[in-house]
Structure formats: structure tokens, C-alpha cells
């Protein structure tokens, strides 16, 4: 009935990384035009075609080497795309919602493992992306610096002195770096120190943004913290300031979650149970329900309230992403209304926490 071969997981959505029990996935992103090139949203179809062929002649070799590591690139132009299909992307981090929508010239270059992907043609001519799982911003940093070292060799950006690289958006004025790092932190939530905790982000330079990014909201206590600006600091200075917030982070909600369990250990058992309950014994459930659900059991995993045996945790960080609304219908394979999704969203839960003791 759920079809595995319908869907493709990303490597960092599979795969364990450091401080993984808190951080989801690391991700660096740098904006780049090229030179004497109209911006997407002022290009006409020859230019974004243009653009297309340029990064086709760079990325399509047999095997490119970055960093010490080969890789191989697929591409896909959205407007090929299925809506559904499109909206996996965004579910899996690869793409911007605006991306997604169906537009002329825009085109996504990926890797087999969706570590390293490139956006062309979205508000800039390349959105180059490299996202990996926990914490591991600076080794982002070093396969990407290093892809845009391989691009930049082969054709020529967009550059001014006195405001370093250009965008169509003055934010990504400069060296054009986004660093964010995807956190769950439901103890900080449940104890009510979010505010605080968005205050000290915003004064060290940071944001706070849901799980799409900019302008989306947070689901399941899982946001993205990201740097802000990107004119007038040095690559290192980003990264290391944003490292340096989010292992304070790591610190508040590891302390959120020994005060809780000291000092309301009923309140905070009964939170994690009866949500584990609820996603076993449910017969319909939304998107939003799930997710905050699944967090609280991913937060009783991590406390041992759950034990290994019962539910691991890489399987959590799967069904964080498969029972999405375009994830849950390629499983099944067809389109369906919300309600029936609600329902197949159930029955998909409990048959990926029942299938062999909840391991994967």
C-alpha cells in the first residue's frame, strides 16, 4: 500500500550526525549571479536559458571532485514537474517553496545522496546548497566554498569591490552567505523560553525562521536559526558566530530537559506516553498534529522514557518528512483530499513504527 520506491530520501534526512539528538540537518547556501547577465526576475527566456547552459557545461561531467569528494549531478527542470513532485523537493529542504511553483528556466542540480544541490533561476542565478545532518555548519562551508570555487573558475560572477557579490536581494548583499541549522528543541518550548531565546538570537545577529525558512512557520518544535546579515563580515566570522549560538542552544535545551524531568517528571512522562499512544492507536491525523506528536516522542527518546527497542531515532527523523502531504501521496501513489491524507497518515505511522520493532 506504501510504495518505498516512490520517494528518494536525502542523505541527511538517512543518516546520524553530531548532536543529532537536538540538531536535524546543517545547511550553507550562497547566492551567486553571473556577470553581465539580467537578474532571473528581469531575464527574458534566452537569458535564463543561458544561464541553464552555462552551469549544464560545469556540472554534467562524469564526476566532479570538491572537497576531497566526488560527485555526480542529476538536474531537473521544474516545469516538467508535477506539482506533487515539486513539493518534494520543498518537503526535503532541496528547494524554496518559490522555487517550486512552475516557472520558465528554473532548473535543480542535485547529487545522487541530495547533499550538494543547486537552484538556477530562482531570485538569483544560483542558489548553491549544501546540507548535511547534526551539527556540521563548517564542513558544509568547506564543500561548498569549494563549489563555488569550481564554478567561478569556469565562468565569472557578478562582483563589485566595494559590495562584494551582487543579488537580486540586498540582504544577500556581500558574500552572499545563508548558514542555518535545523533544531528541535520542544523542552525549551515547553518551558516556555522561547521568547528569551529568540531575543538573545536576534541580538547575536541571528533569526529565528520555521521549517521552510523565511516566512514559513515552525511544526513539531523544529525551527531554522541563520545568520542575517551578509555584508560586511568574513565567511569564518558567520559560521563560527553561528556555531557558537547554536551550542548555547544545544546547552538550554539539554538544561530544559533535566529541570523538566526533576521537577515535573508526571507532567513530562504523561506528554511523552500519551503521545506515543496517540500515534500508535490514531485513525486520522493531520500534518501539523503528527508532527508535534512525533516531537514529543523523539523527545522521549532521546530522555529514555522510550527505549531503543520500541522506536529508533533515525526512523523519527524519516517520519518527520514522509507523512508531508506530497511525501504521504507518492507513497500511496495518487492524489487525495485531506481527509483520506489524514487518515493514510495514521495508518503510515503505525506501520513504520510496527515494521521490525521500529528499526530502519
Known amino acids: 500500500m506504501f510504495n518505498d520506491e516512490n520517494i528518494s530520501l536525502s542523505s541527511w534526512i538517512k543518516q546520524k550526525g553530531s548532536e543529532d539528538d537536538i540538531i536535524l540537518s546543517s545547511r550553507i547556501r550562497l547566492a551567486r549571479n553571473l556577470k553581465e547577465l539580467p537578474f532571473p526576475g528581469q531575464s527574458n527566456r534566452k537569458q535564463m536559458d543561458q544561464v541553464v547552459s552555462i552551469i549544464k557545461n560545469i ?15 542529476n538536474y ?11 513539493m518534494m523537493f520543498v518537503e526535503k529542504n532541496l528547494s524554496s517553496p518559490d522555487f517550486a511553483q512552475n516557472g520558465y528556466g528554473k532548473t535543480l542540480f542535485f547529487d545522487q545522496s541530495e547533499e550538494l544541490s543547486i537552484m538556477v533561476n530562482e531570485e ?9 545532518p547534526g551539527l556540521e555548519i563548517k564542513r558544509a562551508w568547506v564543500i561548498a566554498d569549494a563549489m563555488d570555487d569550481l564554478i567561478e573558475s569556469k565562468t565569472e560572477y557578478a562582483f563589485s569591490k566595494k559590495w562584494g557579490y551582487l543579488s537580486a536581494c540586498p540582504t544577500n548583499l556581500g558574500t552572499g552567505l545563508r548558514a542555518s541549522v535545523m533544531v528541535h528543541i520542544p523542552a525549551l518550548n515547553l518551558s516556555s523560553n522561547m521568547t528569551r531565546l529568540f531575543e538573545v538570537v536576534g541580538k547575536l545577529g541571528l533569526t529565528v525562521r520555521g521549517i521552510y525558512g523565511e516566512g514559513s512557520e515552525s511544526a513539531g518544535n523544529i525551527y531554522q536559526i541563520s545568520n542575517q546579515i551578509t555584508l560586511g563580515k568574513k565567511e569564518g566570522d558567520i559560521i563560527e558566530n553561528l556555531e557558537s549560538v547554536i551550542r548555547h542552544v544545544i546547552k538550554q535545551e539539554k538544561n530544559a530537559r533535566e529541570k523538566l524531568y526533576k521537577n515535573r517528571p508526571v507532567f513530562i512522562k504523561d506528554k511523552i506516553m500519551r503521545a506515543y499512544g496517540q500515534l500508535k492507536h490514531a485513525y486520522s491525523i493531520s500534518t501539523n498534529e503528527a508532527m508535534e506528536l512525533l516531537s514529543y ?7 529514555d522514557i522510550i527505549k531503543e527497542k520500541e522506536i529508533s531515532p533515525l526512523l523519527l ?15 500511496i501513489g495518487e492524489k487525495i483530499d485531506t481527509s483520506a491524507r489524514d487518515i493514510k497518515r495514521a495508518e503510515l505511522i503505525q506501520t513504520e513504527i510496527n515494521r521490525k520493532g521500529g528499526q530502519i
Do not use: N
Request: glycine residues 4%; without cysteine.
Open 76 to 86: 531537473i527542470e521544474i516545469k516538467k514537474k508535477t506539482p506533487l513532485q515539486r
Open 317 to 331: 527523523k524519516r517520519l518527520f518528512i514522509i507523512i508531508r502531504p506530497a511525501h504521504l501521496q507518492s507513497l
Open 297 to 303: 516522542v523523539k523527545l522521549g527518546r532521546e530522555m
Open 59 to 73: 556540472m554534467l561531467k562524469k564526476k566532479i571532485k570538491v572537497a576531497g569528494q566526488s560527485y555526480k549531478f
Open 124 to 132: 538569483d542565478h544560483l542558489r548553491i546548497q549544501v546540507l548535511l
